[in-house]
């Protein structure tokens, strides 16, 4: 199983990235998948999770109204739309497969973790 995480990169405080998460190995289309960040010299934090079948999301406070997760189980990829970025958002963002059906927020809940991509966010 691998998960590999694309799309950082250096982006202006207010800017916009898209990152993307593929998944390879077997499908996931029956579990919950998230989306975690780690700045330097901080704990790994919850960013967003969404449901097996997409229906249901849910959001770290401090990225709520401003990122956006979805998924496609035909392609096995889940997605991260993030809007208005700060340079608080600077950190390496990683992709993980939960061991539930439903939206999680806890690191132990997640069964599978992928490499991490880094977005940069200048002020």
């Known amino acids: 199983v691998q998960l590999q995480a694309s799309g950082g990169g250096l982006v202006q405080a207010g800017g916009s990235l898209r990152l993307s998460c593929a998944a390879s190995?077997?499908?996931?289309?029956?579990?919950?998948m998230g989306w975690f960040r780690q700045a330097p010299g901080k704990e790994r934090e919850f960013v967003a999770a969404?449901?097996?079948?997409?229906?249901?999301?849910y959001y770290g406070d401090s990225v709520k109204g401003r990122f956006t997760i979805s998924r496609d189980n035909a392609k096995n990829m889940v997605y991260l739309q993030m809007n208005s970025l700060k340079p608080e958002d600077t950190a390496v963002y990683s992709c993980?497969?939960?061991?539930?059906?439903?939206?999680?927020?806890?690191?132990?809940?997640?069964?599978?973790w992928g490499q991490g991509t880094l977005v940069t966010v200048s002020s």
């Open positions: 190995g077997r499908t996931f289309g029956s579990n919950a």
């Open positions: 969404i449901s097996w079948n997409g229906d249901s999301t």
């Open positions: 993980a497969v939960s061991s539930t059906r439903w939206v999680a927020a806890k690191e132990h809940d997640y069964v599978y």
